[in-house]
């Protein structure tokens, strides 16, 4: 709101009165009360006097601890590695420093995690039956044509080599 008055060039007096016009109920009621003490106490109606009062009574000290701790912990989560956040927000958060130790906590387990992938792949590859896990098994005969073992037999008239079909024509005429 005071970005909004603050572009419309008013006094400070103007602020405070545009300001105290969206009040309503309690707010209104504090207001009232805000502003017979500002008088009473001869306190300058200014828009930084206004704030400083709406503040104390608003927004207490553990109000602005809480933001704090809330924009720490939104900061912290963002910058945090996808496969950790995805661990530590499966976990109910109490505060910044128990969020800090989650992660830690996901970190150093996916860390475990690791290392185990590392040495069981480490040991199947010293025991050679790495690469046979990775491999698909083929048939030995995979890819080769099946010929017969046997020779052409040859024609019996000229004694050329001859296929079997070729011999059993000339059989039959």
């Known amino acids: 709101m005071s970005g909004i008055l603050e572009s419309m060039e008013c006094t400070e007096v ?5 300001a ?4 309503r109920g309690d707010a209104c ?5 805000a502003k017979a003490y500002m008088i009473a106490s001869q306190v300058e109606m200014n828009w ?5 009062l709406f503040i104390a009574h608003y927004i207490s000290d553990n109000d602005d601890d809480a933001l704090i701790e ?15 956040a995805h661990d530590v927000s499966m976990q ?21 995690i690791r290392k185990e992938i590392g ?17 698909p098994k083929s048939s030995p005969n ?8 046997r020779s052409p037999r040859n024609c019996p008239d000229c004694g050329l080599p001859t296929s079997s079909q070729a011999i059993s024509r000339m059989n039959v005429q």
């Open 92 to 112: 109910p958060i109490e505060n910044f420093g128990d969020l800090v130790q989650k992660s830690y906590r996901a970190e150093a387990g996916l860390r475990d």
């Open 20 to 23: 105290t016009r969206f009040f």
């Open 70 to 84: 809330a924009w720490k912990m939104k900061k912290y989560r963002f910058d945090l590695r996808v496969d950790i």
């Open 14 to 18: 103007e602020k405070v009165n545009l």
């Open 119 to 135: 040495e069981f792949n480490q040991r199947m590859k010293d025991t050679g039956k790495y690469n046979s896990q990775l491999k």
């Open 48 to 52: 930084v006097n206004f704030k400083r």
């Open 142 to 149: 995979k890819g080769k044509h099946n010929y017969s073992s």
């Open 29 to 33: 009621n504090w207001w009232e009360g």
